[in-house]
């Protein structure tokens, strides 16, 4: 398949239909000085929009420099097509500090999320200055195009923390077929997708007037790393996840109804008098229609990393969820799940990231940021 354009209005890896692979990586800038920040911004522009079009990151290429000088490019991904990478950067609150003079740029969307109930947040893999969420295909190339940005930015950012996905959780387009969690379940039946026009215009893009000029055509990123305790979830009947989730399993039809894009009824009743779909399932819970029409965009990947020592699976939902302002949209979802799901039982929150996603960048001589800047 063709690679996907680097250049337009908005950052690629947004409502480009979900790939399969994720690594998303999470940078603290160790320079205070803003021109060489800048000067990394341009760099890592160009090296993306090489990357992107499944080029090396650098013009000598893994093997075409002078001997005896590092490669601009790692090498693995010689000989591997673009496989859909797309690289879409964000800046975190962290960045909007005296040390580059960018406090009365920091927007008002991306204001601190609050304490959530239950959470319990690692420090050290949450939070950073800037994000860059690469999607591909093939984790290889995922893994290299982050790796040479790091390479690149080796003096000015260190990686805080970085997180591999291997499944994507959602759907982004109705032209893919809706893939599953690891709870087993369909997962992005009812998101925010590319077809969507007039509900991304309203609930996704940052325009002018929401206050932050520069983040026009951008959006606001909530990432969330979702530890799953798989085998008590495993454990648990097949009734008692169905009515968690508010959907069935096999098809991930709104309990009640029959087909996966059956509209939801929240008002149907059973034999038994008791509706269909529980007043605690995650699916009214997190429903628009119970938070002013607040939809999200998600884009998550599941994650397995290795096992905990204590003969559990270290795995879960890495959440990443896309949207115009987080105050009106994670965050009110997000409360409620965290005081009432049900799904509380089965999961736990230990990281948590909040990021500005800038506008896409133009052509050749614009760069990531730099209507920031
Ligand atoms: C829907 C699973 C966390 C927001 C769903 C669905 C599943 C699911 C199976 C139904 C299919 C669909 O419409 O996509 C999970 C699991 C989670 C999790 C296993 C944690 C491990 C979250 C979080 C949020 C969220 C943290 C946001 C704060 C939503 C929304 C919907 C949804 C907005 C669509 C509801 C609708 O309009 O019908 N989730 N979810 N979920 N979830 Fe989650």
Partial sequence: SDPYPFYGRHQAGIVTPAQDRLHFVAFDVTTDKRAELVDLLQEWTAAAARLTQGKEAGSFGAVGGAPEAAPDDTGEALGLPASGLTLTIG???????????????????????????????????????????????????????IRNLARIGFGRVSVRWSQLGFGRTSSTSRAQATPRNLMGFKDGTNNLKLEDADLLRDQLWAAGQDGSAWMAGGTYMVTRKIRMMIETW?????????????????????????????????????????????????????????HGNAHLLRRGYNFVDGSDGLGRLDAGLFFIAYQRDPRKQFVPVQMKLAKIDPLNEYIKHVSSGLFAVPPGVRDGGDYWGRTLF
């Fill in 91 to 145: 800046f975190g609150p962290s960045l909007f500090d005296d040390r580059f003079g960018l406090a009365a740029k920091r927007p008002s969307a991306l204001a601190d999320l609050p304490k959530f109930p239950g959470e319990q947040l690692i420090p050290e893999i949450s939070g950073g200055d800037i994000c860059v969420q690469a999607c591909a295909h093939d984790p290889q190339v995922a893994v290299h195009a």
């Fill in 234 to 290: 495993d454990r648990t009947s097949l009734l008692e996840q169905e009515q968690i989730i508010g959907r069935d399993k096999g098809e991930g039809a709104p309990l009640g109804k029959k087909a996966e894009f059956d509209t939801l009824d929240f008002a149907a009743k059973g034999s038994d008098g008791r509706p269909m779909i529980a007043e605690d399932a995650h699916v009214r819970l997190a429903h628009p229609s119970f």
